[in-house]
């Protein structure tokens, strides 16, 4: 069965400084990786997807993420984190042909000090 | 731009109740997800549905139902609402073309109370 490790429940970063969320997943075979963002009150939102390919994806508002098989790991990144980034980070993994469905991670929330 | 729109933001029910959730996507999306989202637990499948009239369970169906009679429109029921369904529901959609089809687009949400 697939599953998703996000091992920090919450962070909490300065404005302007780096940031780094880490995503564990394990699936039988190559996997389809993506992340979302959820601000308070709202649904998801896609921020980056992995399929196939250049193993650096690049998302919207500044984020990119590290498929590293090896390690089983899509870790999401962004070089300066904004105040607007204070949301909670979802990873996800989904599979090939013939599967619909995504195994989603427990979420870690993101606080951004001014 | 994909739209999923739930029809309430907020719901309080009673106990007991039959509670509707409704959920429309306007992108032609064949599939169609319900989910619950409750703190430290994460996004938990009730059910979803691949076609008109088709549905499958999710991890957690028991104490849900749901209805899938247009291609748009997915609906969740709550046949009788207990305190423990007191949570945030979320709907998504998808395609099934190529790749696409593992992209899940979401509505805002329904915060549901059962009291």
């Known amino acids: 069965a697939q599953s998703v490790t996000q091992p920090d429940i919450h962070i909490t970063v300065s404005e302007g400084a780096s940031l780094e969320l880490r995503c564990n997943y394990s699936?039988?075979?190559?996997?389809?990786l993506f992340w979302y963002v959820q601000s308070p009150g709202q649904g998801l939102q896609l921020l980056l997807k992995?399929?196939?390919?250049?193993?650096l994806v690049q998302g919207i508002k500044g984020f990119e993420a590290e498929f590293k098989r090896s390690q089983s790991s899509f870790n999401l990144r962004k070089p300066s984190v904004h105040w607007s980034d204070a949301a909670e980070y979802f990873c996800?993994?989904?599979?090939?042909?013939?599967?619909?469905?995504?195994?989603f991670g427990k979420g870690t929330k993101l606080s951004v000090i001014p | 731009d994909v739209k999923v729109t739930q029809s309430s933001r907020y719901l309080v029910k009673r106990t007991g109740e039959k509670v509707f959730l409704e959920c429309v996507q306007d992108?032609?999306?064949?599939?169609m997800f319900w989910y619950r989202q409750d703190p430290g637990l994460g996004l938990r499948l009730i059910y979803f549905s691949y076609d008109v009239k088709m549905k499958e369970k999710g991890d957690i169906p028991e104490g849900y139902s749901v209805s899938r009679e247009k291609k748009e429109r997915f609906s969740l029921i709550l046949e009788s609402a207990s305190t423990n369904q007191t949570s945030m529901y979320l709907c998504?959609?998808?395609?099934?073309?190529?790749?696409?089809?593992?992209?899940?687009?979401f509505g805002a949400g329904t915060r549901l109370s059962v009291l």
């Open positions: 992108m032609d999306h064949e599939n």
């Open positions: 996800a993994v989904g599979g090939g042909a013939g599967s619909y469905q995504l195994t």
């Open positions: 699936y039988g075979a190559t996997p389809y």
């Open positions: 998504a959609s998808s395609s099934r073309q190529g790749e696409a089809k593992n992209i899940q687009y």
């Open positions: 992995y399929f196939s390919g250049d193993t």
